[in-house]
């Protein structure tokens, strides 16, 4: 099965702040990834697939790059509301894998 | 409104027998790939397995593998899952998902997602 990591495991800051997440596939996975929103006590939410890719209703301040093996998804402006965990998920072949997650808090 | 309703969850013993059920409403349910995902308590999101639209296709997570079953009624909107063996590493909370295919490309993403459902395994 294809590992992915992300990083970093968390991170701390303020709203306003750039963010950037990096998710890294064990093997080359074309663009086939997808990032997801999740909050406490709620289900994932879609943000971006098919590496870049804005799913529809999701704000424009978030974005996703990449192909192969190194991805990367970026919060230009972090707002109030986007304090969150964040996942990749591969779908370039089955068993779909998961990141480990990228808990964002509040500085 | 497009919506995932699961259900099903609870408290089963290890080595027994449960099944899931996510309602689907909203979409023209047999149109869609589906699947189902898991979060243990306090743990990430693992995938767990997916289902073609016609359910003439399954794929399964090697976790799973030999113990689950996916499944699905066209004619009733709804999606299953039948767990079977269970183990205590299977406590978590069962997501069932839409899939959409992008347009551009071969990826496929999970656009809607259920409440989700807690199954507990323990004696």
């Known amino acids: 099965a294809i590992q992915m990591t992300q990083s970093p495991s968390s991170l701390s800051a303020s709203v306003g702040d750039r963010v950037t997440i990096t998710c890294r596939a064990s093997q080359g996975i074309r663009n086939d990834l997808g990032w997801y929103q999740q909050k406490p006590g709620k289900a994932p939410k879609l943000l971006i697939y098919a590496a870049s890719s804005l799913q529809s209703g999701v704000p424009s301040r978030f974005s996703g790059s990449g192909s192969g093996t190194d991805f990367t998804l970026t919060i230009s402006s972090l707002q109030p509301e986007d304090f969150a965990t964040y996942y990749c998920?591969?779908?370039?072949?089955?068993?779909?894998?998961f990141g480990p997650g990228t808990k964002v808090d509040i500085k | 409104e497009v919506q995932l309703l699961e259900s099903g969850g609870g408290l089963v013993q290890p080595g027994g027998s449960l099944r899931l059920s996510c309602a689907a409403s909203g979409f023209t349910f047999s149109s869609y790939a589906m699947s189902w995902v898991r979060q243990a308590p306090g743990k990430g999101l693992e995938w767990v397995s997916a289902i073609s639209g016609s359910g003439g296709s399954t794929y399964y997570a090697d976790s799973v593998k030999g113990r689950f079953t996916i499944s699905r009624d066209n004619s009733k909107n709804t999606l299953y899952l039948q767990m079977n063996s269970l183990r205590a590493e299977d406590t978590a909370v069962y997501y069932c998902?839409?899939?959409?295919?992008?347009?551009?490309?071969?990826?496929?993403?999970?656009?809607?997602w259920g409440q989700g459902t807690m199954v507990t395994v323990s004696s």
């Open positions: 998902a839409k899939v959409i295919r992008a347009y551009s490309s071969s990826s496929i993403a999970f656009d809607i």
């Open positions: 998920l591969q779908d370039y072949n089955y068993p779909f894998t």
